[in-house]
């Protein structure tokens, strides 16, 4: 009987051990070690929370606005993460600068302008009467200075009219131009006026 008990208090104090060191990891800023693809170790420079960030293009309008609950840079490597990022950007039209598209995510990455975005990726067209509204996809490519983006996932867009899924998409968002690829399967409702 005494053994059982000294291996029960055993795993318990193994569980109580392993739940301590786990909070440590979660409340410690030096346990968020990035490793780059060399294996080199980076920590954080700095950890944001409710963050907001507006950028300018040459000319003075703004390009684009970034929120984020929690960002971390890593200044060694270049690198910002974004928690739940929430990215809008904007175009011209022929009298202002408007917000034209709204991207979200659970997760994403800014290096060298352009942003890595995954999973539930979400973008959402600000421009009134689009014939697409919405693209969805689990991982895209966003460049911030031209505007291209990229999915090498399973795509969905929908419109008004319109729902289509592809295997990939590219397009630019400055352009208002998107091509889904590979296995494309669309279903347009025509209107009655």
Do not use: C
Request: without cysteine; charged residues 20%.
């Amino acid at each position: 009987m005494n053994t059982r008990w000294t291996i029960f208090l055993g795993i318990i104090a193994a569980i109580v051990f392993g739940w301590f060191y786990h909070l440590n990891q979660l409340a410690n800023p030096q346990s968020l070690i990035l490793s780059d693809k060399k294996g080199e170790l980076s920590t954080p420079t700095y950890i944001g929370e409710n963050m907001q960030t507006l950028a300018f293009n040459k000319n003075g309008d703004k390009d684009y606005e970034a929120t984020a609950p929690k960002v971390i840079y890593y200044q060694e490597a270049g690198l910002t993460q974004f928690q739940s990022p929430d990215l809008i950007l904007f175009s011209d039209n022929a009298t202002n600068v408007v917000p034209a598209w709204q991207i979200t995510a659970k997760n994403a990455d800014l290096k060298d302008d352009i942003v890595t975005l995954d999973k539930d990726v979400r973008v959402l067209n600000l421009q009134p009467d689009p014939v697409v509204k919405t693209l969805t996809t689990e991982k895209a490519f966003v460049n911030l200075k031209n505007g291209d983006y990229q999915s090498p996932n399973i795509t969905t867009i929908t419109g008004p009219q319109l729902s289509a899924v592809g295997r990939t998409m590219s397009g630019n968002f400055k352009q208002q131009q998107i091509t889904l690829e590979n296995q494309v399967d669309t279903h347009y409702e025509f209107k009655q006026p």
